[in-house]
């Protein structure tokens, strides 16, 4: 039981991949672009109402290299954020924003708002 155990932690701590430098070098940011996702690419639809996120938060699985695409509708004013890449957005009531971008580290990267501190999805990028 005890090995298992300390596999289980091994395999998450692994799994949590590189500590990015983008949050401590301002400027060092990831190609950030806007628009519809192109057919093929890994993409995630996400709406945030009274507090709640639609679909619950799970995962996307996408291979280095990939560009992602997500989009966020809020309901409340907001800021979203990409962690690892760096990547933060404004999120206006009713306004879908749509962010675009290289996942270009390998490793497990969460997408939260900052204000309503939610969860919205984590990146898993192989």
Do not use: Y
């Amino acid at each position: 039981m005890r090995r298992a155990v300390v596999l289980l932690a091994c395999v998450l701590v692994a799994g949590c991949g590189p500590i990015s430098e983008t949050h401590h070098k301002p400027g060092t940011g990831h190609e950030v672009a806007t628009g519809a996702p192109l057919p093929g690419e890994p993409s995630a639809q996400i709406t945030i109402a009274g507090g709640r996120v639609t679909p619950p938060p799970g995962w996307l699985e996408v291979r280095r290299g990939q560009t992602v695409s997500l989009t966020v509708t809020s309901d409340v004013a907001d800021e979203l954020h990409v962690h690892g890449f760096d990547i933060k957005q404004t999120l206006r009531p009713g306004k879908p924003v749509n962010i675009r971008f290289k996942a270009d580290m390998s490793g497990v990267f969460e997408v939260e708002t900052h204000g309503g501190k939610l969860v919205l999805i984590q990146l898993a990028v192989k």
